[in-house]
């Protein structure tokens, strides 16, 4: 588990500043993996013949915790927001490539 702290100052002209804190715990669960395959066959010195392909395949989430304090000049708590957000996403990809080569 990770922890981001994020302080911002915004200035309101005239007005005395406001401050925005936001403090976040993220876990990133990285599952996936990448094959790339190939193969190049020399007919003759002239021409070829290339076969190539790729599989990728990979399974993530992404957990977290945001608390975000709105503060006043003199470090007091405005307002407070609190979320958990869950993703998670699949991708598989596939490709196959056949190239023929002939020099003239």
């Known amino acids: 588990m990770a922890v981001g702290v994020f302080n911002s100052e915004y200035f309101n002209g005239d007005l005395p500043s406001s401050f925005v804190n936001e403090t976040r715990d993220y876990d990133r669960i990285r599952k996936n993996y ?61 490709s196959v490539h056949c190239k023929f080569y002939k020099e003239v």
């Open 34 to 94: 990448f094959i790339n395959l190939g193969v190049e066959y020399y007919i003759n010195d002239k021409t070829s013949l290339t076969i190539s392909g790729f599989v990728r395949d990979s399974n993530n989430t992404s957990d977290s915790n945001t608390e975000i304090d709105d503060l006043n000049a003199n470090g007091d708590v405005l307002s407070s927001l609190d979320t958990i957000t869950r993703r998670g996403r699949r991708r598989q990809f596939k």
